[in-house]
Nanobody, 116 residues
Framework: QVQLVESGGGLVEPGGSLRLSCEASGFSSSSYNMRWYRQAPEKGREFVAL????????SYADFVKGRFSIARDDLKSILYLEMNNLKPEDTAVYFCSAYRGGITYWGQGTQVTVSS
């Protein structure tokens, strides 16, 4: 059974940090492009960051460049998103996604709330 399970979300003050994790199981995630997306209340899902197989390629949305960092540990089948200098506008449900050859898997999401 294919699963992507996110964790690490929570409530943090502006300027704070969080590290999200996404554990993959049921498929060979090391050969997949892995991505983070987010969806704020009453907004569409938006791309945050991606990392290719072997971590050779990474890409970020402009609004997180310099603050967020994506990484993967293929021995543990875990995807990470290190988030620093968080802002209230980063409040959203964060989803991980695995993509390869037209196949896309999604996790259930983890809530991140940035508020004082």
């Amino acid at each position: 059974q294919v699963q992507l399970v996110e964790s690490g979300g929570g409530l943090v003050e502006p300027g704070g940090s969080l590290r999200l994790s996404c554990e993959a199981s049921g498929f060979s995630s090391s050969s997949y492009n892995m991505r983070w997306y987010r969806q704020a209340p009453e907004k569409g899902r938006e791309f945050v960051a991606l990392i290719g197989p072997t971590s050779a390629v990474t890409s970020y949305a402009d609004f997180v460049k310099g603050r967020f960092s994506i990484a993967r540990d293929d021995l543990k089948s875990i995807l990470y998103l290190e988030m620093n200098n968080l802002k209230p506008e980063d409040t959203a449900v964060y989803f991980c996604s695995a993509y390869r050859g037209g196949i896309t898997y999604w996790g259930q999401g983890t809530q991140v709330t940035v508020s004082s």
